[in-house]
Each structure stands twice: as structure tokens, then as C-alpha cells.
């Protein structure tokens, strides 16, 4: 596997000069990209940390296969804040606002799977603050979901359900 | 894929080995597209909020607003069920309604459920037995087929997408002003003397466009 260190790294000021580097963390995302992170960094990600525990610390390089290289960087920085205690309302809005639709889908993904109760608590509500309020188009194209009504169905439901179909906000077609 | 099958043995939490699972197969659903020749949409590797476990997908929905949950509703038949599940109601109900909606409101709503069963019953009984009345008489023509009306809207609204006898429901009828539950209305009037506090019972419903009550 290629050792390769994301340029990426320096900006999240992740130790890779570090020499006592025993002690750290490799993640190794999908891409086969490593990340070297403190141990206080992977027991934000509960995942990881549970792993390193069974294999009794022995083992410090971890595959994160279901994890692209792109991602990883936005997580370890979450997971940065949350330790500094530096979780930040004026943090989350700069963090959320860097990232398109697609990304906050990703990065949720990623964040159920290293099981990081904060950051998926976080964009779970980002989520939701984007698809308040869209119409029901918006929301299966959002999500990649097939209408599977049936025209009366749908019909009888728009029906029973009128008053949420008033102030639905247009939809955004520029989103990404 | 060693770190995932161990957590699946050995992590107390087992819904964690869950979620790996379903990660690893939508992870296996991008990469190696082989496995799932017959499925051209996934291969867009466009998440499905449909393949989440159920955890993860309820931290998204119980962040949604009343308005934005029934429109969830509207989005599949997986997401509808999921959606008008009282859970994600009670909390709304609680949150908006708690501090007004009492016991009084909540028995005369538990009678209207209540009645409108008893409705769907008595219907059908009616029907059969206007349906034999038709036969034995032709006296009663119009009762047969107001009885036989009756039957086909009730059958409509037991089609119904939404349970009777639902939190959502419930919340809905208040929301929407349908329902009307009693309430002791206090005036403060003007008089002769000053104020004056003049109290008296009515049945109100609930206007959402001005956040007001109506009194009858």
C-alpha cells in the first residue's frame, strides 16, 4: 500500500513530522490514501476506537474502505473542534456551508459508519434544514428515491395532507 | 473488511455491525459494479435515503418540522409508514400543543375516533341489512340507496393513508382547525366599573394562518 500523505494534512496541521510517531493513528481511507491522526482523534470515532481496543492498541493502521479521501479530511477536522471543545455555532455554519449536497449525504455516510455520535447528530439537522419545506419532488431527487405510488394513492394523500402542500418553498434546481 | 466482521462479533452495540453491513454493501454497490449489473440507478452512486438503517434515518426525520414530516409522507410507501409513526407525532404534539391540549380535549378527541368506528361498524351492518330490506321491500328504495351512499364514502375514508386513530392524526385535527375541543374562554371587558372578567364555556378550533383560536 502506498504511503501517501494528503496535501490536505498540513492544512489539519496532523502531525506527519511528528517522531514519536508510535503513538498515532493511520486511517486509511477507500482511495488508499492515509491519514495520520492522533489517538484522541479516533476515540471521536467510535468504530475505529472499538477496533483498536479489541486488537489491544497492537494494531494502529485502519482501513476505512466505505470512506473516500475526499471525506475523511472534513471528519478529522470535526473531530478536532469537538476535542478542542471548539463546536461552535458560528463552526458548523462555516463547515456546512463549504459543503454541497452530495458532500453532507457523504459525509453523514461516513460519520454513521465511524459511528461519531456529534457529527451525525449535526448533519442529520443540516439535512433536515435542507429538505424543510421542499416539495415532495424535491426530496426524492434529493434522496435518489422512486415514487412508488400509485396516481390515486398520491392523489388521496395530497388530499388528506393539503395543508402541508401550501408554502412549499420553489425548488432549487442549481443545487448540487 | 476484518475490521467489520470483527465489530460484528464482538461490539456490544449491535447495531453498529448492522450499520457496517449495510455500508459494506452499498460501498460493494459502487465499486464493483458487477454486483449489481441489474440495478443501473446505483451504479449514479446516489445515496438512497432508503438503504440508511433505521436509527440513522430517524435522526434526520425527528428533526423535521410537522409541515416537512407529511411531506416526507408523500415521498414513498417506505417513508409514509414511517412517517406518520406516533413517535415523530408525540414529540410535535408535546412541543406545540402541550401547555393547551388537556385531558377534556383529549376524551372529546377519543370520543370523535371512537364514534367514527362505530360509524364504520354500524354502516356495514346497515348495508347488509338494507341490502336483504331491498329484496323484502320495495317500499324503501331510497333508504337502501342512501345506506348503500353512505357505505361507499365510508369505504373511501377506510382507504385512508393516514390510521384514525393516530398522534399524527390527532395533531392534524388540531393544526387544521377541524377539530374543535372544549375550552372556558376568559373576557376581559371594558365596563362601567373597570375591568371585568367574564368567563364561560365554548368549543374552540385553532386558526394556524393567525396562530388564534376561534370560539362558538
Known sequence: ?176 | QVLLSLKTFSNNHVWIGLLCQIHTRMSLGKKNSSSRVENVEESKEELSLLDLPELTLECILEKLPPSSLCQMAGVCHSLRDKCVSDYFWERHMKKKWDGVIGHAAYREWKWYVASKREDVKDFKHATQRGFLMSYFSILWPFQWMKLKVDDGIDSCKMRSSLVVDSVMKWYLAIETGSFWFPAQVYNRENGHVGFMLSCYDAKVSYDSQTNTFQAK
Open chain 1, 1 to 176: 500500500m502506498a504511503e501517501e500523505v494528503s496535501s490536505q494534512m498540513n492544512s489539519l496541521s496532523i502531525s506527519e513530522t511528528n517522531p514519536s510517531s508510535s503513538a498515532t493513528i493511520s486511517l486509511v481511507s477507500g482511495d488508499d490514501i492515509v491519514f495520520k491522526v492522533e489517538p484522541t482523534i479516533a476515540k471521536e470515532m467510535e468504530t475505529v476506537q472499538s477496533f483498536i481496543d479489541e486488537t489491544d492498541g497492537k494494531i494502529t493502521t485502519i482501513p476505512l474502505p466505505n470512506i473516500s479521501s475526499h471525506d475523511l479530511p472534513y471528519v478529522i477536522e470535526y473531530c478536532e473542534k469537538s476535542i478542542a471543545g471548539k463546536i461552535t455555532k458560528e463552526f458548523e455554519a462555516e463547515f456546512v456551508k463549504k459543503l454541497n449536497n452530495e458532500e453532507v449525504k457523504e459525509l453523514f455516510l461516513a460519520a454513521n459508519y465511524l459511528n461519531i455520535k456529534k457529527l451525525l447528530d449535526f448533519l442529520s439537522q443540516v439535512i433536515a434544514d435542507r429538505i424543510a419545506n421542499k416539495s415532495v419532488e424535491y426530496v426524492r431527487r434529493y434522496f435518489g428515491i422512486e415514487n412508488d405510488f400509485t396516481p390515486e394513492e398520491e392523489a388521496k394523500l395530497r388530499e388528506e395532507l393539503a395543508w402541508t402542500f401550501t408554502g412549499v418553498d420553489p425548488d432549487d434546481e442549481d443545487e448540487n
